[in-house]
């Protein structure tokens, strides 16, 4: 989604803007620009469609001076994504940038239009600067002029503006959408998120739904959404520059799938007594987990963790589980058991949908659970207790390895899950951790595979379709493979449960079409075996993701085996997400796409 960041400085801030919208690339975006009060106190700004160096030919070619200016990287809701409706928008008066959707923009900009203002853009985000100009012309200082706009937004948004003649002076403002305040030394920073300012400084400021922040160089003053004064902690931000560089990686996302084994490892030892063998959830404020039955929600790929968790959560935790997309859930009106918890899992904390489900959940009185790896995210701070998921700042837009620390988060609450309704005796717990402390270790050796993986990624990227089958928690990882190759390679994918084949999808199968199987040798292999028979005698070809045992079952009938260690069933989804992650990385290197950033796609989908 779109990108923010405000620079109040020392030195010129038109390049270090650009080199803060670089680290919000990772976002997904189509345009950019970038708004500066030049040595007259007057506001100057370039903008480009397409990527950042697009924008920089510009401002080599038109340079910007001034030590205050705001920035951004728009992903195009309202109107194309044109140089004309990039951001910053801008009257004479104040140049803002804004995150988010206003959704009563059509009665503002008619209203405005009618009072004589012209309007050079199709976006909802014009309006307002308009609406502010048109306050300040009544006389109102900025600071009233944006409270007084404000007020009358309808929608989500985050917004930064800098006005023109106030060189020391730039006021953000959130509803909605995420905005973090960076402190420097004599210096201060407007982020969509803490990455944004992390080149800048690590001392970050969360601001709060309804927060309306003033900022100059000596500090910040922050009024709530009651407009009353209001303090908020400074945080140290420890995701730092570091964690938004590829290193000797030639991608994020390949970077990131080989973080797994720590940010695995980190995320399991969260919640593992590694001495008794237990699980240990910290202080779930009320969730009770030895409910009736639990709802687990979120979209795309934390979708896809959520629905592994139901396997984990009915066999292992003894409780009945609905899984939901939260863009399907938030408007069906679902009714809920009595004894039941929700659980919203999200890589960003931020996605619109999953944040309205948890709303609805909470307006129903049901306690709320929230696996999330953004810390102060929204979803983090409304729900009434939390499962971090410690991954680390996420900046390839395909999820890697927010996925398995999202499954190792949930494979805790499992166990926890079963321990509380007594599901689980002491010795089933102990076998079950212990095969979670494998985990990293096993994750490390499915790595390996990568040069195996990287022939068959060649022949895959020939391909126009593909099919991923997957049996019980399995099927969830081919969804899950399916999603990430069409994200990435843009090749077409669908992920079928194996048994689900021969009732429409086996039309499909032909010589072209490669079928990929996750197949572990586990108490459903023999009946994923049948399905693949199915599919060889149609003349599909079979890349087969199996281990030692599976891999003698099936080689005579597929084209490709792709062996990765034997491992516990319980913990198989984490090790098998290595081998589909890694398929569909090295078939988008193949087809030569944008890896880090594909297509249309935005990292955090903060509109519904
Ligand atoms: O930040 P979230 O985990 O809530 O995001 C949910 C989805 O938008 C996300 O998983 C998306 O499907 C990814 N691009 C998948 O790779």
Not at 431 to 444: D, F, G, N, Q, S
Request: charged content about 25%.
């Amino acid at each position: 989604m779109c990108g923010i960041i405000g620079i109040l400085g020392a030195g010129p801030a038109a390049p270090r803007l650009v080199e803060a919208l670089k680290r919000l690339e990772y976002r997904g975006y189509d345009s950019a620009g970038v708004a500066t009060l030049d040595d007259s106190g007057a506001l100057t700004r370039r903008r480009a469609s397409g990527k950042i160096r697009n924008l920089e030919a510009e401002l080599d070619a038109a340079p910007l001076s001034g030590p205050a200016g705001i920035g951004h990287t728009r992903w195009a809701t309202h109107g194309a994504p044109t140089t004309a409706n990039a951001h910053p928008h801008a009257t004479d008066k104040v140049a803002i940038v804004h995150n988010g959707i206003i959704e009563n923009f059509r009665a503002l900009r008619e209203e405005l239009i009618a009072g004589g203002r012209k309007f050079e853009s199709e976006t909802d985000s014009e309006v307002i600067a308009h609406l502010i100009s048109a306050e300040m012309d009544k006389g109102l200082s900025p600071e009233q002029a944006t409270a007084s706009a404000v007020r009358r937004l309808e929608g989500a948004f985050a917004i930064a503006c800098i006005f023109s003649g106030h060189d020391d002076l730039m006021i953000g403002a959130r509803k909605g959408s995420p905005l973090v305040v960076g402190l420097g030394d004599g210096e201060v920073f407007i982020g969509s998120d803490a990455i944004a300012v992390s080149p800048f400084t690590t001392r970050v400021v969360y601001l709060d739904e309804g927060d309306i922040a003033v900022l100059t160089r000596a500090g910040i003053k922050v009024t709530d959404a009651h407009e009353r004064l209001a303090a908020r902690p400074v945080h140290v931000f420890s995701g730092g520059v570091a964690a938004a560089e590829k290193g000797n990686h030639r991608h994020f996302m390949q970077k990131e799938i080989y973080e797994q084994p720590e940010t695995t490892g980190r995320t399991i030892a969260r919640y593992v007594n590694a001495f008794e063998e237990r699980v240990e959830m910290p202080d779930l404020d009320g969730v009770d987990l030895a409910a009736d039955s639990a709802i687990v929600i979120g979209c795309g790929t934390a979708h896809y963790a959520g629905r592994v968790a139901e396997y984990w959560l009915e066999q292992y935790g003894g409780i009945s589980v609905e899984t939901d997309i939260a863009s399907e859930f938030r408007y069906r009106r679902p009714a809920f058991g009595k004894k039941a918890f929700s659980v919203f899992v999200s890589q960003s904390g931020e996605t619109a949908d999953t944040l309205a489900a948890l709303r609805y959940c909470k307006e129903q009185n049901l306690k709320t659970l929230a696996v999330v790896n953004v810390p102060e995210s929204s979803i983090w701070r409304e729900a009434d207790a939390r499962l971090p998921t410690l991954a680390g700042p996420e900046i390839g837009v395909a999820s890697t390895k927010a996925f398995t620390a999202q499954l190792s988060s949930l494979a805790a609450l499992a166990i926890a899950v079963g321990r509380a309704k007594g599901a689980l005796s002491t010795q089933e717990e102990g076998r079950l951790v212990r095969a979670l402390m494998e985990t990293p270790r096993l994750i490390a050796d499915a790595l390996t595979v990568e040069p195996e993986i990287e022939a068959i990624a060649h022949e895959l990227a020939q391909a126009r379709d593909v099919l991923y089958l997957g049996r019980g928690v399995h099927y969830p990882i081919a969804l899950e493979g399916a999603l990430k190759l069409k994200e990435i390679s843009y090749i077409h994918a669908e992920g079928y449960a194996a048994g689900e084949l021969k009732h429409g999808p086996i039309a499909l199968i032909d010589e072209h079409t490669p079928v990929v199987v996750v197949a572990p040798h586990d108490a459903l292999f023999e009946k994923t075996l049948s399905n693949m028979q199915e599919v060889a005698a149609r003349g599909g070809k079979l890349v087969v993701i199996t281990d030692a045992v599976g891999a003698v079952a099936c080689a005579d009938i597929a084209k490709h085996i792709i062996m990765i260690p034997a491992c516990d069933p319980f913990v198989a989804p984490l090790v098998y997400s290595v081998p589909i992650q890694l398929l569909a990385y090295l078939t988008a290197v193949h087809k030569g796409t944008d890896v880090d950033q594909p297509r249309n796609l935005a990292k955090s989908v903060t509109v519904e």
